[in-house]
């Protein structure tokens, strides 16, 4: 009887350790992408290839521009050059079905 108690419970804690280490994992993911701070400066326009926006469980709201090179930059959505620049990049999208 104690045996199958003390496996019990050592399944209870092993089920417990597993959850908890889930919730730590997305935890993390969510963190990483969401915005700690927007970018100062204007990303030339030719060179973003694609825009997105930041997860909603995010505490700042903000849209990231990717580049060619890859790099992402955080950007402000309130600011009326990023407006611009995200009707110009969907706008070119849907010009170009299938290209970039």
Same mark, same amino acid.
């Given at each position: %009887?104690?045996?199958?108690?003390?496996?019990?419970?050592?399944?209870?804690?092993? #089920?417990?350790?597993?959850? #908890?280490?889930? =919730? %730590?994992?997305?935890?993390?993911?969510?963190?990483?992408?969401?915005?700690?701070?927007?970018?100062?400066?204007?990303?030339?326009?030719?060179?973003?290839?694609?825009? #997105?926006?930041? &997860?909603?469980?995010?505490?700042?709201?903000?849209?990231?521009?990717?580049?060619?090179?890859?790099?992402?930059?955080?950007?402000?959505? &309130?600011?009326?050059? =990023?407006?611009?620049? =995200?009707?110009?990049?969907? &706008?070119? &999208?849907? #010009?170009?079905?299938?290209?970039?």
């Amino acid at each position: %009887m104690k045996t199958l108690t003390a496996l019990l419970l050592l399944g209870l804690l092993c #089920s417990l350790h597993t959850t #908890s280490t889930a =919730v %730590m994992g997305i935890s993390l993911k969510t963190t990483r992408d969401c915005c700690v701070k927007f970018s100062q400066r204007r990303i030339p326009l030719g060179a973003v290839v694609s825009v #997105s926006r930041t &997860s909603s469980s995010c505490p700042q709201q903000a849209l990231v521009f990717t580049t060619k090179k890859g790099n992402r930059f955080c950007v402000d959505p &309130s600011q009326a050059w =990023v407006q611009s620049y =995200v009707t110009k990049i969907e &706008s070119r &999208s849907l #010009s170009l079905p299938g290209q970039r």
